[in-house]
């Protein structure tokens, strides 16, 4: 369960989050060996996902002052995190990124797509003009290393990440934030998508966690819940919306 003050600071969140006990994406080992069993099933190769010992040591090099200095986490989060976060955690907040913009930009074959469907999920890209508003959640300090451990094999299972420490203001104050920004050398990464491609992917993709549009929605929702504003993901919203139902 979360701290009882978790929520002090966005009540409208209460009840609007999946617990982690219950996320389908809290990759235990138990959870990690079924998404192995059905990337088989589908058809991908063995190494469809990054080697345990890989994301280990980009989980210790990103997080060795935290860990070193028993520092809490804090997590930006601006995708499915914010609904889903899979994770425990003792406070929530706002929080923007100035300099970044969301993108779906980033093939999936497994989760909201398959092989023969790809689908898209979320990355920030570097835009001077944009500021990303999401939220950030605080692990406490003493588990940072079983929460970051998990986290890191549902955000780096690819490798489609450059997760980094950046400097993430608050309504409340400024931390430092584990930030996911796109690995734009990955092959999985689809930059160059137009915003018509890139409805019509997430208009028919679905995979084994649900629908690409399903993603798109709760984005959309918990944005409103939160106020806030993104022109890309409502044009894209529109969009997806006018496909489905012309299809």
């Not at 998508?193 to 019509?200: G, K």
């Not at 993603?215 to 496909?243: F, H, K, N, P, S």
Request: charged share 20%; aromatic share 8%; hydrophobic share 40%.
């Amino acid at each position: 369960m979360p701290h009882p003050n978790a929520f002090l600071h966005l009540p409208e969140l209460q009840g609007r989050l999946t617990p982690a006990h219950a996320s389908g994406l809290r990759l235990t080992d138990e959870a990690l060996a079924e998404w192995d069993a059905q990337a088989r099933s589908q058809g991908l190769p063995a190494h469809w996902r990054l080697p345990d010992s890989e994301v280990e040591r980009s989980r210790g090099e990103v997080l060795a002052t935290i860990t070193t200095q028993s520092l809490d986490l804090w997590v930006f989060a601006y995708g499915s995190l914010m609904w889903n976060p899979g994770f425990h955690f003792d406070e929530v907040r706002r929080a923007c990124l100035p300099g970044y913009g969301r993108r779906f930009a980033l093939g999936t074959t497994i989760g909201r797509g398959t092989p023969d469907c790809p689908g898209l999920v979320l990355t920030l890209e570097p835009d001077a003009s944009q500021v990303c508003e999401g939220l950030a959640f605080r692990i406490p300090a003493p588990q940072v290393d079983a929460e970051s451990r998990l986290l890191w094999r549902r955000e780096m299972i690819t490798g489609a990440y450059c997760p980094q420490l950046l400097a993430l203001p608050t309504p409340q104050g400024a931390v430092q934030a584990l930030v996911l920004v796109a690995n734009t050398t990955h092959t999985h990464y689809r930059g160059n998508l137009s915003m018509q491609a890139t409805a019509a992917t997430i208009a028919k993709a679905c995979g084994r966690i649900g629908s690409n549009r399903d993603y798109l929605e709760q984005l959309v929702r918990q944005c409103e819940v939160l106020g806030i504003g993104d022109g890309y993901v409502e044009a894209l919203y529109t969009l997806v919306a006018q496909i489905t139902q012309a299809a």
